[in-house]
C-alpha cells in the first residue's frame, strides 16, 4: 500500500513532514537563472531548466532528512509545457533518491476523464499497445466536490498501481470556511468530506491502519484537526499552513494518532527561501540552508509528540 | 470583455455550443497515429503529436460553424509532457482561427498558488524582466471549493488580461447531488455556489449583462438548469453533459435567457468521434463527420430557442 511505504519512510527518518517543492524563478538563485538564460536565452524552457537545476540541489540535501517532496502543479504550468516537463524530471529524481512524491495537483472531474487525470499523475496509458508513465508521482491531491464519480476512477488506479490520493477537507486559508464550514443536517462540509474519504479508502487499509485515501487538512484550524483526527481513524492527513501561513507546531500535534503517526505536515517557502531568510547565508549555500531549515522543522514537529 | 467576445461570436454563427476537445489517442484516426509513430517510435512524444495533427484538422473543419473549443486538461497530462505542449499548441491554432477557447481544467488553490494557475493558463509569466504566455486560453474552469480565496486571484488575472473563468455549480454526472445537492440553511450547495458566481463577478459585468465568471451546470439536470437562469441573470453557463451523458436539446433549453443567450453547450466525443458513428464514413473523412455533427448539433439546440 503506498502509504505503508511513505509511513515506512518517516518512521526511519524520523520525520512527518515533506517539502513543498512550489518553485516561482525568484526563488532560485541568480547564478542558476543566469546559466540558463545564458543557455536558452530569456524563455520558459530556460525557466524551466533553472527550477529544475534548483528542485535536483534541494533534493540532493533533503532526501536523508525529509521522506518525501510536493511539487505544486500550478508553479510547473506556470512556465508552459517546458515547466511541466521539469515537474517530470523532478519527480523522477526524487524517486531516484528514494523519496515519495505527492503531486498537489487538486485534480477533480468524472469519469473517464478523472480516469485520465488518475492515468497521467499515477497510472500508466496506452500508446497503441506500449505502456508509458507519463508522470508518476506516488500520490496525489484530489478535490472531491464531484462526489464518488470523481473519486472512483483515483481508486482503481491507486490499487492498480499502488498509490494513495489526498482529498481535500479543510483547507488551510482563510475563506476555507464559506463552503467548508457550512453546516448540513449539523454537519460542517470539511467533516462530510472526510467521512466520505474513510468511505473511499474501506477498500484498501494498510499495515499502519490507514487507507489509500488521505485528506488535506489545513495546520491553520487546530481544533477541526484534533476533531478529524478522531473521527476518520484510517485517513491519513497531508497538513499545509505550517509556518509561512501561520500553523505552528503546537497546533499540529492534534494531527497525529497515539504512536505518533497518521499526518504528514508540509513545508514549502520556509525550506525552498531559506537561503533568503538566513543572515549572511550565500546564494550558493541556498542547499545547506534548505537543509538545516528541514532539520529545524523536524525537530520543531517531533517534539510534540 | 472575454465573455462579450464569446457571446458576440456565438451571435454571428448562430451557435451556442462549443467543441470538447478530449483527445484519447483512440480517437485519433489509425492514418494520423502511424505517421507519428513512424516519425517518433512508440512515445507520449509521438501520441502528443498524433493528437495535435488530429486537432488541427478538426478546428480547421470546425472553425466557421463552432464559435469556441474547450480542450480537457486531464487527457492532454495524460500524454506527459509532449501531450502538454500539444494543449498550448491547440490553444494558439484554434485561436488564429477566431476561435475562443476554454480550457477544461477545473484549477482550485489558494492565494498565490492560484495566482499561479491563473498566470498559467490565463495570463504572462515574468522571467526576468519578460514576459512571457504559458498556455493564454480565453477562459478556464475552476472548482470554487476553497472559497473567495481561491477565486480572487483568477479574478485579477481576468481582469488584467480580458479573460473569463466558469466555477463549478451543479455538475453532470450521476454523484454529484452526494454534496451539491445537499442543503445549506434550506438551499442547495449548487445554489450557494451560483450565488458566490454572482457576487465574484459582480465587478465586471460585460455589455451582454454577463460578467466574466461564469458557471458550469449541467445539461442532466435540466430542473436545476432552469432554476438557476432564473437565479444567476449575470452568470454566463457552461452546459457540459449533452449528448453522450444523456442531456438532451430539450433539457437544454431551459439555460438561455430570453434572448437565447447565456449559455454555451458542449459536446466532445460525439464531434470528435463522429467518424466512427456514421456508416461508411472512411477515417481519412474524420474532420468532414466531425463538422456534419456540429452543424446537426446547432440546429438540434437551435430549434429549442
Not at 533518491?97 to 496506452?126: E, P, S
Not at 497538513?239 to 492534534?254: C, E, L, S, T, W
Request: hydrophobic residues 40%; proline residues 4%; glycine residues 10%.
Amino acid at each position: 500500500m503506498a502509504f505503508d511505504r511513505l509511513i515506512k519512510r518517516i518512521d526511519e527518518l524520523h520525520n512527518p513532514s515533506v517539502a513543498g517543492l512550489d518553485p516561482r524563478l525568484e526563488y532560485v538563485p541568480q547564478f542558476i537563472q543566469d546559466a540558463s538564460f545564458v543557455k536558452l536565452g530569456h524563455t520558459l524552457e530556460a525557466a524551466a531548466d533553472a527550477i529544475l537545476q534548483f528542485n535536483k540541489a534541494l533534493i540532493d540535501a533533503l532526501y536523508d532528512v525529509v521522506p518525501a517532496i510536493k511539487p505544486q502543479a500550478a508553479y510547473y504550468e506556470m512556465y508552459g509545457w517546458a515547466g511541466v516537463r521539469t515537474l517530470a524530471e523532478t519527480i523522477r529524481y526524487a524517486q531516484s533518491k528514494g523519496m515519495f512524491v505527492m503531486t498537489d495537483g487538486k485534480r477533480n472531474d468524472i469519469g473517464a476523464t478523472m480516469t485520465a487525470y488518475a492515468t497521467a499523475h499515477l497510472g500508466k496509458v496506452d500508446v497503441d499497445g506500449v505502456e508509458l508513465e507519463p508522470f508518476g508521482a506516488d500520490a496525489l491531491t484530489v478535490n472531491g466536490y464531484l462526489g464518488t464519480d470523481g473519486i472512483q476512477p483515483l481508486l482503481d488506479v491507486c490499487e492498480k498501481y499502488d498509490k494513495g490520493i489526498f482529498v481535500l477537507a479543510k483547507t488551510s486559508n482563510p475563506s476555507s470556511g464559506e463552503l467548508q464550514d457550512r453546516l448540513i443536517d449539523g454537519k460542517p462540509v470539511y467533516e462530510i468530506m472526510g467521512e466520505m474519504c474513510e468511505n473511499w479508502g474501506s477498500r484498501q487499509i494498510g499495515a499502519y491502519g490507514y487507507s489509500a485515501v488521505g485528506a488535506v487538512v489545513g495546520a491553520t484550524y487546530p481544533e477541526q484537526l484534533a476533531e478529524l483526527r478522531k473521527k476518520l481513524p484510517h485517513t491519513l492527513f497531508l497538513v499545509p499552513g505550517y509556518g509561512a501561513q501561520g500553523g505552528g507546531a503546537q497546533g499540529v500535534a492534534g494531527a497525529f494518532d497515539e504512536n505518533g503517526r497518521g499526518a504528514i505536515v508540509n513545508s514549502s517557502r520556509a525550506i525552498m527561501c531559506a537561503w533568503k531568510k538566513e543572515e549572511n547565508c550565500p546564494e550558493t549555500a541556498f542547499a545547506e540552508a534548505a537543509r538545516r531549515e528541514a532539520i529545524r522543522m523536524r525537530d520543531d514537529i517531533t517534539a510534540y509528540l
